[in-house]
């Protein structure tokens, strides 16, 4: 299997890399942070790093940089991946990079303009670039799958105002895209899924609270935190929907970690199922007893 994450640094992208390698996957970890040079994130992780995670997992890792919003960058590593394997059979689209961007609850009136269209380039255009050059290559071979990241599935996300006007066109454009590309692969055997993970312990997120892995409970977080999941989980959901013979059912879907680790029997690394998106809909927004949290991983 050739594989490649775009948006592979960290977080989301970093945990679905790491399991396609976990699945003996050959995997294209693309992005901007390299050894001794960051992007706009200026956060410390790098391709380079999720490489070596990948290859440590099982599979065989390639970085490869790369700036999603430059299609000339893309369209030269569409050919690298054409020239060193000749194929290409999963692309996930999860270049984001925009949460530096956003201020929360905040109208458009009030919102710095500039970093909201920032953010909407870095969340919308980077993978319409990806798919313009990426594609291609995919469709040259019957049954490649593509797998659009979100926060938030269609149904989500369709009745609920999320924090603010860029934001909340970024990921329910997210959605949309893959069910675009679900029509436009179709006659070439092609699945497009868009997926979301739950409340995710992140790199950032976990400095954000000022914890580590190791001790994420002690964060002073709301309840959903204690039903949130390691990066691994949604990647243990794509790798088994790449593996399954029959993916082209969920074709078309937005879906989330939970609804991948149900349908396949995943859990956690820790051996838990978090359902934060059942948790969310079910207790804190029925203002419901928020101790009840254990229910739900």
Not at 177 to 183: D, M, N, Q, R, Y
Not at 257 to 267: H, K, P, W
Request: proline share 3%; aromatic share 8%.
């Amino acid at each position: 299997m050739i594989a490649l994450v775009a948006g592979a640094t960290r977080g989301t992208g970093r945990g679905i890399a790491v399991a396609l390698g976990a699945a003996g996957a050959t995997v294209y970890c693309a992005g901007r942070s390299v050894r001794g040079r960051r992007s706009e994130m200026d956060r410390p992780e790098t391709i380079e790093e999720t490489a070596g995670l990948v290859t440590a997992a099982g599979g065989t890792g390639v970085p490869a940089r790369a700036d999603f919003l430059d299609p000339e960058q893309v369209a030269e590593l569409a050919a690298r991946v054409r020239r060193e394997q000749g194929r290409l059979d999963v692309l996930v689209n999860d270049v984001w990079g925009g949460d530096h961007l956003w201020q929360w609850n905040t109208p458009v009136w009030e919102h710095d303009q500039d970093k909201g269209l920032r953010l909407l380039r870095l969340a919308i255009d980077t993978h319409l670039i990806s798919g313009r050059h990426l594609l291609p290559l995919l469709i040259e071979n019957e049954g490649g799958l593509v797998v659009e990241v979100t926060d938030g599935t269609w149904s989500f996300n369709e009745t609920r105002y999320r924090e603010n006007v860029y934001y909340d066109l970024a990921k329910m454009s997210v959605n949309r895209l893959a069910f675009a590309w679900s029509h436009e692969l179709r006659p070439h055997g092609g699945t497009a899924v868009a997926v979301t993970p739950g409340f995710l312990r992140s790199e950032a997120m976990l400095d954000n609270f000022g914890v580590t892995e190791d001790n994420w409970r002690e964060a002073k977080a709301d309840s959903a935190w204690m039903v949130s999941e390691t990066p691994a989980y949604v990647g243990r959901g794509v790798a088994a929907l790449a593996r399954d013979p029959g993916r082209r059912r969920w074709s078309g879907r937005s879906v989330s970690s939970e609804e991948l680790a149900m349908a396949y029997g995943l859990t956690d690394v820790d051996g838990s199922r978090p359902r934060v998106w059942s948790y969310i809909t079910e207790v804190r927004e029925k203002d419901g007893d928020t101790t009840s949290w254990a229910a739900y991983r």
